[in-house]
């Protein structure tokens, strides 16, 4: 089966422009989650998608985050205007409804340069 | 807050030679999570681990959890090059809290020298 695919791989924005990163995840699989990775620092948790519906988004750092699940397929996040500090690693991840017991799937990053 | 404290973040080791890597959290947790990432590429699971005592060991990889002491090890034996990459582990909050926020350790950097 196809993983998680993310785009683009790499973006390189002025601060004060938008980005716009996209997530496809797993087919059949109702739970989503962004994660991001600064420079230096852990993984941290952004948000969850539970098909449409946003469970938990208490990782968003502020509201020029935005992200959407159209459909419950794919997922969107969109940073307006991006700061110096969105620079980083987002990752996507997508997991089966109802079990943790799996893990979950990531996809391989977009790479966030701020400049 | 849910912390999760890896050690070593970076580990370099000849081929042939035996290493633990140590992931510490702060709560309770009956779920935890061990992945690798090469360089550029997507976070590759390796175990779940799933309840106290549990052991599961894949090639040269074996991964263990001991949920009383919050603890889990990952112990490379006889390390090889392709071993070499970012390793992860992941915690879960105990399952009855609803939650399904994973938080990360910082990842251990293992370079594996001939």
């Known amino acids: 089966e196809a993983g998680v695919t993310q785009f683009p791989s790499h973006s390189v924005i002025e601060k004060g422009q938008t980005v716009t990163l996209r997530c496809d995840p797993i087919?059949?699989?109702?739970?989503l989650y962004w994660y991001r990775r600064v420079m230096g620092k852990e993984i941290k948790f952004l948000l969850h998608?539970?098909?449409?519906?946003?469970?938990?988004e208490s990782g968003m750092p502020n509201n020029r985050f935005l992200a959407e699940r159209t459909g419950g397929t794919y997922s969107t996040l969109k940073v307006q205007p991006a700061e110096l500090e969105d620079s980083g690693v987002y990752f996507c991840a997508s997991s089966p409804r109802g079990s943790t017991n799996y893990g979950y799937t990531f996809g391989s990053g977009t790479r966030l340069t701020v400049v | 807050e849910l912390k999760v404290e890896q050690n070593p973040l970076f580990l370099s080791m000849q081929e042939g030679k035996n290493y633990t890597i140590y992931c510490n959290y702060s709560t309770t947790s009956d779920r935890l999570y061990w992945y690798r990432q090469d360089p550029g590429k997507s976070l590759e699971s390796l175990f779940v681990l799933l309840s106290n005592g549990a052991v599961k060991q894949e090639g040269r990889l074996m991964a263990s959890l001991d949920t009383k002491a919050r603890l889990s090890t990952l112990h490379i034996t006889a390390a090889v090059h392709d071993l070499s990459a970012t390793y992860f582990c992941?915690?879960?909050?105990?399952?009855?809290?609803?939650?399904?926020?994973?938080?990360f350790g910082k990842g251990t950097k293992l370079s594996v020298i001939p």
């Open positions: 087919s059949g699989h109702d739970n």
């Open positions: 992941a915690v879960l909050p105990y399952s009855g809290a609803g939650s399904y926020q994973l938080t």
């Open positions: 998608f539970v098909k449409e519906s946003k469970q938990d």
